[in-house]
């Protein structure tokens, strides 16, 4: 399930500030219409056991695997983190984690239990630095990881995911760039958009679905041209 949210922040402020600070953003805004970010539910082992489950694999594959692990639990919800460690590796395997996410998923669970994955609750009042150093000590669980939970289960305002290719992509599309930016010049322009870079990059993204709608319509429009002309021939 996933919920509409009402923002922890003003994000019609915020987007009249990045509006007014940033001309091309602005452009984007108007293009794209309001900032609108869907937060996922459950607690923070839910959101960071999908969130392994979903690494490095296309969308589709990691779907149907993580349905299997949902399958795991006995309430028909992800399998609580003392479930999941009385699952045997080979049954991991046979439900398609490789070797690196069973020991992930394991660790995660291992640390849920331990108090160093925080309840919802707890995360609500930590910070955002709090939360990447608390996290990252999670195996197979690094900086993008924890940027996807700051922005889609907390809702925080100020995240720039620098290293997603979404947010590089929608950025070269956005500003003429005809290469994606380093990392480390993402973050330097994106100072201007504090404390609303979390709005920003999901412009970015919007930036690369409206690029992908125009690809699309060009080539439609390309197709509908060339049966036209061949019509045309053949009746000559």
Do not use: N
């Not at 990392?183 to 404390?195: C, I, Q, S, T, V």
């Not at 690369?208 to 053949?234: E, N, P, Q, Y």
């Amino acid at each position: 399930m996933a919920e509409t949210a009402p923002y922890s922040f003003d994000h019609l402020a915020a987007i009249e500030h990045l509006s007014k600070t940033d001309p091309r953003l602005a452009g984007l805004i108007a293009k794209a219409g309001e900032f609108k970010l869907t937060l996922r539910d459950g607690e923070p082992y839910e959101s960071l056991l999908r969130a392994i489950v979903y690494q490095s694999i296309a969308g589709k594959a990691a779907k149907v695997i993580f349905e299997r692990v949902r399958a795991l639990g006995s309430d028909g919800r992800c399998p609580a983190p003392e479930e999941l460690l009385r699952v045997p590796a080979r049954k991991l395997r046979a439900i398609g984690l490789s070797r690196a996410k069973i020991a992930a998923v394991r660790d995660l669970a291992t640390k849920t239990m331990e108090g160093i994955v925080p309840t919802l609750q707890d995360a609500m009042k930590m910070s955002d630095q709090e939360l990447v150093e608390r996290l990252d000590s999670v195996r197979g669980i690094g900086a993008w990881t924890v940027e996807m939970f700051l922005i889609f289960r907390l809702g925080r305002p100020d995240v720039l995911p620098i290293h997603d290719y979404g947010v590089q992509k929608g950025f070269a599309l956005t500003y003429g760039k005809r290469a994606i930016p380093k990392p480390k010049d993402l973050a330097k322009f994106g100072e201007r958009w504090r404390p609303y870079r979390t709005v920003a990059s999901w412009y970015m993204w919007r930036a690369v679905d409206h690029a992908g709608k125009s690809a699309r319509k060009i080539t439609k429009k390309r197709l509908k041209i060339t049966v036209k002309k061949r019509a045309v021939k053949k009746s000559l």
